[in-house]
């Protein structure tokens, strides 16, 4: 997704790793790469995102998956 270093937050829509249950999530760049986990609305099981700020693209990289095994 693009990213305006003059907004630094972002809403972006996910599918859970577990159910396939789609949820929004938001995105707070303005602390650099974070890596954590949020919880599915619909089935209650942890989602790991990975978030990674390229600034040179500008653009921010996000990895979501569950456990060991990285979805997209």
Known sequence: ?????????HDQRIECPHC???IY???????GDQDYYEECAACC???HLNM???EYHQ???LAVDS???QVF
């Open 67 to 69: 456990d060991d095994e």
């Open 20 to 22: 396939g249950h789609h």
């Open 45 to 47: 099981r942890d989602i």
């Open 52 to 54: 990674h700020i390229d």
């Open 25 to 31: 999530v938001t995105l707070d760049a303005s602390s």
């Open 1 to 9: 997704m693009p990213h305006d270093p003059s907004r630094s937050v």
């Open 59 to 61: 653009k921010i990289q």
